[in-house]
């Protein structure tokens, strides 16, 4: 919009007539960040990792401004155990930002695939017998699975789904299916930019297993019961 073109603008105004300076003041917020919330970074946060994605040349391999904000990314990526729905929409944020920041060098982030591979595994509505090994895997510390598919059609998530809310438990199934579908929209965008790596195979088979999971007879099973058991209690009431 007129906004977000104004403000770019103006950090390119500022960028090009004050670059040390520009890239001081984004170190600093990055330095707050790394000190104080490393673990719990807030939506003004994602807005600044964001606008130094479109700022700054994220593919030098190192930048004083972009090298920072991809190691705190992946710090979070790598070192977070979500304690709420809200920790897994702030990791597909920032997964999103951290494919985006390596779609021209293609430099392979592994704390990529393995918060996806774990944000899956605790939304399936049924969990995995057996998880591949291959990745650190969190047991989930809430519940978290996504019992039913929501009765209307899946929506975006927002920066407002980083932040903790009071949700309706139709708006919580509704935000577990969108947590659901965009970390396997992420899935196939981060196989887009990695496949031409030569371990490819061998680092995206555990997401194939996971996937394959999610469209088990299982899950199948799990979501059918959830509905038929829903239907009873609504026509006993």
């Given at each position: 919009?007129?906004?977000?073109?104004?403000?770019?603008?103006?950090?390119?105004?500022?960028?090009?007539?004050?670059?040390?300076?520009?890239?001081?003041a984004?170190?600093?917020?990055?330095?707050?960040?790394?000190?104080?919330?490393?673990?719990?970074?807030?939506?003004g946060?994602?807005?600044?990792?964001?606008?130094?994605?479109?700022?700054?040349?994220?593919?030098?391999?190192f930048?004083?401004?972009?090298?920072?904000?991809?190691?705190?990314?992946?710090?979070?990526?790598?070192?977070k155990?979500p304690?709420?729905?809200?920790?897994?929409a702030?990791?597909?944020?920032?997964?999103?930002?951290?494919?985006?920041?390596?779609?021209?060098?293609?430099?392979?982030?592994?704390?990529?695939?393995?918060?996806?591979?774990?944000?899956?595994?605790?939304?399936?509505?049924?969990?995995?017998?057996?998880?591949?090994?291959n990745?650190?895997?969190?047991?989930?510390?809430?519940?978290?699975?996504?019992?039913?598919?929501?009765?209307?059609?899946?929506?975006?998530?927002?920066?407002?789904?980083?932040?903790?809310?009071?949700?309706?438990?139709?708006?919580?199934?509704?935000?577990?299916?969108?947590?659901?579908?965009?970390?396997?929209?992420?899935?196939?965008?981060?196989?887009?930019?990695?496949?031409?790596?030569?371990?490819?195979p061998?680092?995206?088979?555990?997401a194939?297993?996971?996937?394959?999971?999610?469209?088990?007879?299982?899950?199948?099973?799990?979501?059918?019961?959830e509905?038929?058991?829903g239907?009873?209690?609504?026509?006993?009431?």
């Amino acid at each position: 919009d007129s906004t977000g073109d104004w403000s770019s603008d103006v950090c390119s105004s500022d960028l090009k007539t004050y670059p040390i300076g520009t890239a001081n003041a984004f170190r600093r917020h990055l330095g707050e960040l790394h000190e104080t919330r490393a673990l719990a970074p807030t939506r003004g946060d994602l807005v600044l990792l964001t606008a130094i994605s479109t700022i700054f040349p994220t593919s030098d391999h190192f930048h004083q401004a972009v090298t920072p904000a991809m190691l705190s990314i992946g710090r979070f990526l790598g070192q977070k155990i979500p304690q709420s729905l809200a920790d897994y929409a702030t990791g597909l944020y920032l997964a999103t930002l951290a494919i985006q920041y390596q779609s021209f060098s293609k430099r392979y982030v592994p704390e990529v695939g393995a918060f996806l591979l774990n944000t899956l595994c605790a939304l399936a509505p049924a969990k995995m017998a057996k998880v591949p090994a291959n990745f650190p895997y969190h047991e989930p510390k809430f519940d978290s699975r996504l019992d039913a598919l929501p009765e209307v059609k899946s929506r975006m998530l927002t920066l407002m789904d980083c932040s903790s809310q009071d949700l309706s438990p139709q708006e919580e199934t509704q935000l577990k299916a969108a947590l659901l579908e965009t970390s396997i929209k992420l899935f196939d965008a981060a196989a887009d930019v990695w496949t031409e790596k030569s371990g490819f195979p061998e680092t995206f088979s555990p997401a194939l297993k996971v996937l394959k999971h999610l469209g088990s007879k299982a899950c199948r099973e799990h979501r059918s019961e959830e509905r038929r058991v829903g239907k009873e209690c609504m026509e006993s009431v």
